[in-house]
């Protein structure tokens, strides 16, 4: 009897797909089968991009204006309340769907690798988390959208930093009290030397910009950095 030597097993998937769809992980809409991508063609659409690669200044640059000095800034989404890039944040960051920060790392990489302002970037920074919030989540977010952008940019990720102070959430905090919180939770990790270099620091979210100010200002100690930032999304 001839068995096929590769059965499809897209009958199987499509079975399945009864029970457990795939959803976009920014409508939580099915996708269809088949689908490899996380995000579905409409949200690819409708997504709210901002225009920050095409401007050196920019909201993001004017949220850390003053504080550190920068290059540049860009974020990937403007963060609306109840919007698609909530929902893609979420999943993210609460619901184990690490894959989607490197799908979006990837899809920002290769719109940041076409501006000249950020072909210099030399290297990667994510943001890091306490090591006991990173046990508890299963990874750092920031880690994945790291991953994504060094695989379309071409560029090595490097863990250069490591968080020391373990901060309870953040979210009932004034922003006063989130500064005060978070200045001093960062260290340089030994044996890295990033002088000379040009830097992108990464996280997910910019909101009051006070983490990445004190990952910045870190980073900044060494000689002649260069430091620029991406993130997936900027908060109001
Ligand atoms: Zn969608």
Known sequence: MAVPLHPSTRWLD????????????????????????PICL??????????????????????LWGRLELQTAAAFFQFVKDG?????????KYNGKQEVGRYIGKWYGEVLRSVPAYQSVEAIVPVPLHPR??????????DWFAKGLGESMDRPVV??????VFTQTQTRMTRAERQVNVRQAFEPVAGVDLSGRHVLLVDD??????????CGA???RYSNLKLSMAAIAIAD
Not at 14 to 37: E, V, W
Not at 133 to 142: I, P
């Open 42 to 63: 409409t949200c690819r659409y409708k997504l709210p991009q901002t225009d920050h690669h095409l401007h050196l200044e920019n909201a993001f640059t004017e949220r």
């Open 14 to 37: 499509d079975l399945l797909g009864l029970f457990y769809p795939n959803l976009c992980y920014a409508c939580d809409r099915n996708l269809p089968s088949g689908q490899s991508d």
């Open 84 to 92: 698609r890039a909530q929902r893609l944040l979420y999943h993210l």
């Open 159 to 164: 863990q250069a930093l490591r968080r020391v």
């Open 218 to 220: 870190e980073l900044l």
């Open 205 to 214: 979210v910019v909101t009051t910009g006070a983490t990445l100010e004190a």
């Open 133 to 142: 919030k990173e046990k508890m989540r299963g990874y750092n977010q920031a």
